[in-house]
Nanobody, 126 residues
Framework: LQLVESGGGLVQPGESLRLSCVTS????????VGWFRQAPGQDPEGLAC????????VYADSVKARFTISRDNAQKTALLQMNSLNPEDTAVYYC????????????????????WGQGTQVTVSS
C-alpha cells in the first residue's frame, strides 16, 4: 500500500490550498484516512480523519473551522481542503491510511500503521 501526497506549496496568509492523497490500493473504500502535520521541532499533530465510507469525520479543534477532509473512493483519493491559512499552519503534511474497521476514525498517529505518504511541505508566509 502506497500513498502519494501532492498539493503543498508556498501561500500567503489567508489563502487556501488543497492537498491530495492518492493510492492504487484495490480496497481503498475500506481504508480509514488521516491527515497529519509536523512542524520542525514539534510532535506530529493529527488534523483530520475520514472513515472508509466517508460518513464519519473527525477534526482537531485547531483546524475544525478551516479544514475539510473528503474522499472519492472511485478515484482512490483523499483530499484536505485548507482555508484561511496562517503562518502557524506551516509544516510538512502527511496522509496516512489503515484498515481500522467500519466507521472508526482517530487522530492518533500510532493507530495508522499500514501506510504513510512521503509528506508535502506547506509554507504560509507573507
Amino acid at each position: 500500500l502506497q500513498l502519494v501526497e501532492s498539493g503543498g506549496g508556498l501561500v500567503q496568509p489567508g489563502e487556501s490550498l488543497r492537498l491530495s492523497c492518492v493510492t492504487s490500493e484495490f480496497n481503498f473504500q475500506f481504508l480509514t484516512v488521516g491527515w497529519f502535520r509536523q512542524a520542525p521541532g514539534q510532535d506530529p499533530e493529527g488534523l483530520a480523519c475520514i472513515s472508509g465510507s466517508g460518513r464519519n469525520t473527525v477534526y482537531a479543534d485547531s483546524v475544525k473551522a478551516r479544514f475539510t477532509i473528503s474522499r472519492d473512493n472511485a478515484q482512490k483519493t483523499a483530499l484536505l481542503q485548507m482555508n484561511s491559512l496562517n503562518p502557524e499552519d506551516t509544516a510538512v503534511y502527511y496522509c496516512a491510511a489503515d484498515f481500522l474497521g467500519g466507521e472508526t476514525c482517530t487522530l492518533s498517529a500510532t493507530s495508522f500503521k499500514r501506510a504513510w505518504g512521503q509528506g508535502t511541505q506547506v509554507t504560509v508566509s507573507s
